[in-house]
């Protein structure tokens, strides 16, 4: 079975990662793409975050359906700081041993890249070593780290430390370069969507009109699985 890799912090989960994670199971013909949320420290995390448990939560939803996907919670179970070369490790481990006949991994893990990463590659743990053990998928993305959908791992140095303006660097690793759909999705969106559909957006009171709420809510639809949306809405997430 060839499987890929795909970290990053879904918070949330958004449409921009599953039509990514399509391109990797249909274009690059993976049979499986794992979903590898990072860990996030409960004393760095934002008022208006999402806790790991309702990360998990969300990626469940959203994924719902999609028999190539699945979900692994390593680095939420490792805490601390995650190096993807660890990961990777621990995955290439646990899908050549300890699963059944079927499941097994085949030559390389895949791992998905997005391209406004590939200025910071060098300075990731153990990149060297790293780019020599997985086969690298590189993903079209927007030169900004909020959209990534990939977040890095504490010292590993990414495209956000760069203009957005700056040409991206060639990559100097052997990789597969994946022609997938720019979906221009941020955090910043999908936070402002949420306080629009909750009522509670900037100067605008909370018994704004159903047609308000209406209107926003299919805007917050448009971002994110119809799934993920009501989870976010019943608990609050994000205001």
Not at 194 to 201: D, I
Request: glycine residues 6%.
């Amino acid at each position: 079975m060839r499987i890929a890799v795909f970290g990053g912090s879904f918070n949330p989960v958004h449409n921009g990662h599953i039509e990514l994670a399509k391109a990797v199971h249909e274009q690059a013909g993976y049979d499986k793409v794992l979903f590898v949320p990072a860990y996030h420290s409960p004393f760095k995390d934002l008022p208006s975050g999402a806790s790991d448990e309702d990360r998990l939560c969300m990626l469940h939803l959203a994924l719902d359906g999609f028999d190539w996907a699945c979900i692994e919670d390593c680095e939420l179970k490792r805490g601390g700081v995650s190096y993807t070369y660890e990961t990777v490790e621990f995955l290439e481990r646990k899908y050549t041993a300890s699963c059944a006949p079927d499941e097994k991994l085949t030559g390389k893990l895949g791992l998905v890249i997005g391209a406004d990463l590939v200025s910071g590659f060098s300075k990731w743990y153990r990149a060297d070593e790293l780019a020599s053990k997985v086969d690298i998928v590189l993903a079209r993305r927007k030169l900004d780290s909020d959209a990534s959908g990939q977040t890095p791992h504490n010292t590993e140095a990414t495209a956000a430390d760069e203009p957005a303006s700056q040409k991206l660097p060639v990559l100097p690793f052997a990789h597969y370069e994946l022609e997938n759909p720019y979906v221009d999705v941020s955090s910043s969106e999908i936070r402002d969507a949420v306080h629009a559909a909750a009522g509670n957006a900037v100067g605008r009171a909370t018994n704004a009109p159903n047609a308000t709420k209406t209107a926003s809510r299919k805007k917050l639809q448009a971002l994110v699985p119809e799934s993920v949306c009501d989870y976010i809405l019943e608990r609050r997430l994000y205001e």
